[in-house]
């Protein structure tokens, strides 16, 4: 056996290396010739290009993401054009939101047959009714790019149809004129994007031009350069070959709306020109087709990508993943192995209306909610920020206030009496009771006399409640009198009193009294008054008369009256709480005015001013310098002036002028001497300010009544002791009957009815874990009957007298369990799905896959769809029926006009099982998983009917991204069973024959008076979405009209 030579290669070991790497480096070589030939070029490993720069990609955990194919890179003409197509990733596939994994698109890579005849126009399908103004948004559309509103073609690539909210999409080819290379641009009012595809195929179009990503860029018309994203770079055409293009447009609901498509060649000086009839041709001929034919419809990368956009975190609480979406899925523990675990009794409860007269649309009134836990995040928390209705406050009052009024700010020590004493000053936060009737405040009015200025100048304490103030500084020269046929005429109100018109501008400011510093100072007339209840007058003395040297206006409260001039003097109230230097000040606002116009006031005026507020006097001590006691205002006045003669303007300027400059001239000594005491001082910030708050429970303010004026509130919350306490008893008596047989896993639901007068109804719905077995769904209903409440001897429905009551295992004459009698739910009965239709070929589409996928999920086969068709001329409604994959299905065709009860009621009738249950639906709606489940657990034969709230989407939202309200007025969206649905008389199709608003509401108030519960519950995920109403129950507008259908 021969040998190997070790020893001969170990001696030749370099000279294999070498021939092994030039080996390699032939083969690579001739793979990247290979490749270039082909158009395209190897790319580094770590992500770097031909000329050494680093490209957009980075490394993941799978590999390098590559960047585009050289081919596209260098065709294309837009620096940002490949973002728009994932790197690394099938053009064919995209990730939506939540994915983990590319979903494969249906792109159209063959372009059917094309015809000379198609020339000179292209195909434009509207997106009507669609809020927003990025081409994002149109994505987001239900129906984009399948089921447009419009179907039509243009003859140019210049569109402006004056509307406002929608959404275009203009495809077909262009023909170039001549071999070269061509430069597009696009510009439009607002977002569009501008595809244009290497050949005729749809699945290879690339983005070459846009205006904006956000909705807010925009561009007048004909302007092709405002954005560096607009224009393309040059691409290579041939005049024997036709491109396919598309043009996507949104427009919202502001500005000029237009887009428009130019070319030119890719030459020095040339203008952009808009694309016109002569090098356009239509993708296919759409006239003969009905909206729902949809094959033809080209999908492209333009009309995926970026429809589905990732996000980390779902906005609204409703979307994050809850236990009961998937529930039913659970196996359900037999109904017959829990009949004898509680106690049977008859359910009766006193808020049933049971041949109780109900005015017309009065059913809203008895309509009850249930509690629900745990949380079920149904509350739109997302949408709070513009409707604050859960609250209970007044929009204004948290306006202004906002939520402080339960949070109680910590205070340092020293500052407590001043904060107290500050805000019981306040004017406008004294005590209700101290504010007069209108009847009080003018027998006061007319009881006060104007006081005598000799008589305060004394020093002494008035009972009266007039005080004199004495002013800092020097004497200022008193004002002429003013004549007493000069006097206006005062204005009352309930908070003050006071004069239109002034004969000179005053100052008006409430602040500290301050005492004197020299007793010979002889301080001008000011007089303060404070307005006091009836009951707190002083009538042992009279009111004096005014002084003529006096101010010419009757008194008012809280507010020093100065009548030295000074013209255009301006107040104001500073929006938080000033500081100086550093040190806190009183919680009420406070402002410093200037030197010439600050005073101070004696002890005895402040004492008398509190006094007659009924608080007690201050402590602080009063012998400190206007710095320290800043002046407060709580008016706040632009500008107080008086009507002047002619002539008195320049004397008045003049005057005013003076004044200025003397005190600018004291200012000036200010600053020199010490720091200013007369500026307006910046609020200081408090960063260290804490404060205390407990835990709220705004749920408890809330009741068990259908609030309609809110609408973005949830479900009624269940506190969780009383959920658990019932939890328990039930779980107690279950291993009682059975041995210790069953394992609480977790509470999945409970849903509480509260009757306070006979007990409350349950629905438990429970994870256990069988002994030796798997997981069960436990869902009944139980009732927690009050000690002593009977509900009568026999039902009103002629059922079995109550049992007797067993005897109370419980010493304590708690509420105790039992099974209420007739009030279980079937798992396995059916449901047929009523819906009346009449030219809405995009929606009956979309309603037909949505119950289909309904059906592949939960593999539910006890649902039926009936659809009433009102002879539809947009599609065949029965042969898409029929096409769907369903369980069953039934096809009604009626003539005439739409008339939804009507419709309803045929589908009732068609229905021969009297014990399955009819859900009048809406044709607009997206269902949860769970509704079969939802709609069968509340509606029982004779007892329950369920009307679920259902959300309503806004204009642009969708089910991934919800905003919109809880349609708490309508009962349209209906479950019950056919035998109560005929003993209440079904619809009222005579008086809702040509109209529709108002039928449910009529069938409620007969629904309440046969003696029926009405469940009313706002279910997870259950949407209404935004729809335009043109077009509807074929209605028509002529060419040019835009008039609504109802």
């Known amino acids: 056996m021969p040998r190997f030579p070790v020893k001969k290669v170990r001696k030749q ?330 106690e049977p009794c008859t359910y009766a409860p006193t808020y049933v209306v049971k041949d109780f007269p109900i005015a017309r649309y009065q059913g809203l009134q008895f309509v009850y909610l249930s509690f629900v836990y745990p949380n079920d995040h149904t509350r739109l928390t997302h949408m709070e920020t513009e409707n604050k209705c859960f609250y209970r406050e007044s929009p204004l009052y948290l306006e202004r206030f906002g939520f402080y009024k339960y949070m109680k700010m910590d205070r340092e020590e020293g500052e407590e009496d001043e904060e107290e004493e500050g805000q019981r000053r306040a004017f406008l936060f004294l005590n209700p009771d101290d504010f007069l009737d209108d009847e009080d405040e003018g027998e006061l009015l007319d009881s006060l006399e104007p006081t005598e200025a000799s008589l305060l100048q004394s020093g002494r304490r008035s009972p009266s409640p007039v005080a004199l103030t004495t002013p800092l500084g020097p004497k200022p020269t008193a004002p002429a009198p003013a004549s007493t046929r000069d006097l206006p005429t005062p204005r009352r109100s309930r908070a003050l009193s006071w004069a239109a018109r002034a004969a000179r501008p005053l100052p008006l400011f409430l602040g500290r009294a301050l005492r004197p510093r020299a007793a010979a100072e002889q301080p001008p007339p000011k007089v303060y008054v404070t307005r006091v209840r009836p009951r707190l007058r002083a009538p042992s003395r009279a009111l004096a008369p005014l002084s003529p040297r006096g101010p010419p206006w009757p008194p008012f409260p809280g507010v020093f009256l100065h009548p030295r001039p ?33 005073a101070q006031a004696t002890q005895g005026s402040r004492e008398g001013q509190l006094r007659m507020l009924g608080l007690p006097g201050p402590t602080t001590d009063l012998n400190l310098s206007s710095e320290a006691q800043p002046v407060t205002s709580f008016l706040s006045l632009s500008q107080v002036s008086r009507p002047q003669a002619p002539g008195q303007d320049e004397e008045e300027e003049e005057e005013g002028e003076a004044e200025e400059d003397g005190a600018q001239g004291e200012e000036d000594s200010e600053e020199a001497g010490g720091p200013p005491r007369g500026r307006w001082r910046e609020d200081a910030i408090d960063w260290q300010r804490t404060f205390s708050v407990g835990a709220m429970d705004f749920e408890l303010l809330r009741s068990d009544w259908n609030d309609l004026r809110c609408n973005v509130s949830g479900n009624l919350q269940l506190p969780e002791a009383e959920a658990v306490d019932v939890v328990a008893q039930y779980m107690e008596r279950l291993n009682a009957h059975h041995g210790g047989r069953y394992a609480l896993l977790r509470i999945v639901n409970v849903e509480k009815r509260r009757d306070s007068a006979r007990g409350s109804r349950f629905l438990l719905e429970l994870e256990l874990q069988e002994r030796g077995g798997g997981r069960l769904r436990l869902s009944e209903y139980v009732f927690l009957r009050l000690p002593g409440a009977r509900a009568g001897d026999t039902d009103r429905d002629g059922e079995s007298p109550e049992p007797a009551p067993a005897a109370s295992i419980r010493p304590d004459g708690r509420p105790e369990l039992c099974r209420p009698l007739r009030l279980a739910w079937r798992q396995d009965v059916m449901v047929h799905f009523i819906v009346p239709v009449k030219n809405q070929a995009r929606w009956v589409a979309q309603f037909l896959a949505d119950m289909a996928a309904l059906h592949a999920r939960t593999g539910d086969s006890h649902f039926s769809v009936i659809l009433v068709d009102f002879e539809s001329e947009d599609m065949d409604v029965e042969r898409a029926l029929s096409a769907a994959r369903l369980p069953r299905y039934q096809y009604l065709r009626r003539t005439g006009n739409f008339e939804r009860s009507a419709g309803l009621q045929a589908g009732v009738d068609s229905v021969e099982d009297a014990s399955s249950i009819v859900f009048l639906c809406d044709l607009h709606i997206h269902f949860p998983p769970n509704i079969l489940d939802g709609i069968r657990k509340h509606c029982v034969e004779g007892k329950l009917a369920f009307a679920p709230v259902v959300m309503r989407l806004g204009c642009g939202s969708s089910p991934g991204d919800p905003h919109g309200y809880w349609e708490v007025n309508g009962f349209g969206l209906f479950g019950i069973y056919k035998s109560d649905f005929d003993r209440v008389g079904g619809m009222n199709t005579e008086e809702f024959r040509d109209q529709w608003g108002g039928e449910d509401w009529e069938l409620l108030d007969r629904v309440l008076q046969a003696g029926l519960e009405v469940e009313r519950l706002r279910l997870r995920n259950f949407y209404h979405h935004y729809h335009s109403k043109r077009g509807m129950w074929a209605t028509r507008s002529r060419k040019g009209s835009r008039t609504e259908g109802p």
């Not at 509207?126 to 243009?154: I, K, Q, Y």
């Not at 107040?571 to 500081?579: A, E, G, I």
């Open 13 to 342: 070991i370099k000279l294999l290396l070498l021939l092994l790497l030039l080996t390699c480096a032939a083969w690579l070589t001739y793979v990247h010739l290979s490749l270039v030939r082909q158009g395209r070029a190897l790319r580094q490993r770590l992500g770097y290009g031909r000329d050494g720069e680093k490209l957009s990609g980075v490394t993941e955990s799978r590999g390098v993401r590559a960047a585009l194919s050289t081919q596209r890179a260098e065709d294309s003409s837009e620096s940002r054009e490949e973002a728009q197509v994932p790197d690394g990733r099938d053009p064919n596939t995209l990730f939506p939101a939540g994915a983990g994994k590319p979903l494969s698109l249906n792109l159209t890579h063959q372009a059917p047959p094309w015809w000379d005849k198609y020339k000179g126009q292209v195909n434009l399908h509207v997106f009507e009714d669609w809020c927003g103004g990025a081409v994002g948004h149109l994505r987001r559309n239900l129906h984009f790019p399948l089921f447009p509103h419009t179907r039509t073609t243009v003859k140019k690539l210049a569109v402006s149809p004056k509307w406002k909210n929608y959404g275009l999409r203009i495809f077909g080819f262009i023909h170039p004129a001549r071999d070269g290379d061509v430069q597009f641009s696009v510009a439009s009012d607002d977002n569009s994007e501008f595809w244009l595809s290497p050949n005729e195929s749809p699945a290879s179009a690339q983005l070459v031009a846009f205006v904006g990503k956000t909705g807010s860029e925009w561009t007048a018309p004909g302007e092709f350069t405002k954005f560096s994203s607009q224009v393309s770079k040059p691409r290579r055409l041939m005049a024997s070959r036709r491109y396919y293009f598309e043009l996507l447009h949104k427009q919202d609901d502001r500005g000029s709306d237009h887009v428009e498509v130019g070319w030119r060649a890719f030459l020095p000086g040339l203008k952009f020109e808009v694309i016109g009839s002569a090098h356009i041709s239509l993708y296919t001929d759409e006239s003969s087709l009905k909206m729902d034919h949809v094959a033809h419809v080209p999908q492209s990368p333009a009309s995926h990508v970026g429809g589905h956009l990732p996000q980390e975190e779902p906005r609204a609480d409703m979307l994050r993943p809850d236990p009961r979406d998937t529930f039913f899925l659970t196996p359900r523990m037999e109904p017959s192995s829990l009949e004898n675990v509680l």
């Open 566 to 598: 000074r013209p255009r003097v301006q107040l104001r109230v500073p929006p938080r709480t000033p500081r100086s230097r550093g040190h806190r000040t009183g919680g009420t606002p406070a402002t410093e005015l200037r030197p010439s116009v600050r």
